[in-house]
């Protein structure tokens, strides 16, 4: 992905941010609820708050085996599919380095932890793959994170 790629100017805007997206954050949120509620926690007793972004990739670009964070700020990343025939997302195990494929299908929201290395395959010839990634971070990690980079554009779900 080349250096102006929305992918690598995904901290010089929010999603979030642009007008008609409430529907993108309220499906953020459910689904961040969700993840709250599958390890017994309660949803509402926490601020979190996200950064989202756009991934428009073309013939034969791939993103490459990358994490989103391991130090302080680290706590859940995430995509949606939005035009994505054909692709996958792979997953690398933290400890044990397996892989696991996941299939990118219209609509699939998923959400993993923000340490975990994760990459594509090439998009298909004469297709395009659209997706929607975000990092979400905790109350506390963003009050941190805002004091590094005041001009943040994460916004509260």
């Known amino acids: 992905m080349g250096k102006n790629s929305l992918t690598s100017r995904a901290n010089d805007y929010n999603l979030l941010n642009f007008k008609n997206t409430k ?4 499906a953020i949120k459910n689904c961040h609820d969700l993840y709250l509620h599958a390890f017994g926690r309660k949803s509402g007793s926490e601020k979190y708050y996200v950064q989202c972004w756009a991934n428009v990739m073309r013939e034969k670009e791939k993103i490459y085996p990358h994490r989103h ?10 995509n949606f599919c939005l035009d994505v025939d054909g692709t996958s997302t792979y997953y690398i195990h933290p400890l044990t380095d397996e892989l696991w494929e996941s299939k990118n299908i219209v609509s699939k929201m998923t959400m993993f932890p923000s340490f975990v290395k994760h990459y594509t395959d090439s998009v298909p010839k004469e297709q395009t793959r659209v997706t929607i990634a975000f990092d979400i ?17 994460m916004v509260e779900i």
């Open 137 to 153: 971070v905790t109350e506390e990690c963003y009050n941190l994170f805002i004091q590094t980079y005041p001009d943040s554009t």
């Open 23 to 26: 529907n993108l954050k309220e």
């Open 69 to 78: 964070s391991g130090d302080c700020y680290s706590y859940l990343s995430g």
